[in-house]
């Protein structure tokens, strides 16, 4: 036989149950933020300690000075028989660039302070152009390109260099980038 339930008990049984599908409800959602948090953590984590991991970290030969150094290449643009002069103040900005310029007299000053690491990337000519804003590779200074009106050429001491953006500076360089 069945039991009959007065209403009030009735209402009673379906408030209790509504609230035990109510806490079930709650405590996955709880479950499921914490476990989104956990994942994310874990995730920022292990994308810190991967990034930290691939650091690229420079090669013997690629270390130029452990312990800064003020070298003085030179360098000389003639475009279509022309003279560019290298303004002052190249890299000379809020944050002084190691590389840089202090006279229209065409010396980049490359001064690392003492106890910087000096890599070969660091004294490479193209990083220099990068800085001043101004196109130079293989193909082009400035606006002037080969196959236009005329061919790059760059000397280093006297010698044709085919390097271009990718030369290594050394002290004292005289570094020409002629087109024409
Ligand atoms: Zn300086
Ligand atoms: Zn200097």
Request: some cysteine.
């Amino acid at each position: 036989m069945d039991e009959q339930l007065s209403k009030q008990e009735q209402r009673r049984l379906e408030y209790v149950a509504a609230e035990r599908t109510r806490s079930r409800k709650q405590f996955v959602r709880r479950f499921m933020k914490w476990a989104l948090i956990i994942v994310l953590a874990v995730g920022v984590v292990g994308y810190f300690i991967w990034f930290v991991a691939n650091q690229p970290v420079p090669a013997e030969a690629d270390i130029i000075s452990r312990n800064g150094m003020h070298w003085h290449p030179h360098l000389r643009i003639a475009i279509k028989g022309k003279e560019e002069v290298i303004p002052p103040g190249i890299g000379l900005g809020a944050v002084h660039d190691p590389m840089h310029t202090h006279d229209p007299d065409g010396i980049i000053h490359l001064e690392y302070g003492q106890g910087m690491r000096v890599t070969k990337d660091d004294t490479r000519l193209g990083r220099f152009f990068e800085i001043w804003g101004k196109q130079f590779t293989k193909e082009c200074i400035f606006d002037s390109c080969t196959g236009g009106e005329g061919t790059m050429k760059m000397m280093v001491n006297g010698k044709e260099n085919t390097e271009f953006e990718h030369y290594a500076m050394q002290d004292n360089d005289k570094i020409e980038i002629i087109y024409e």
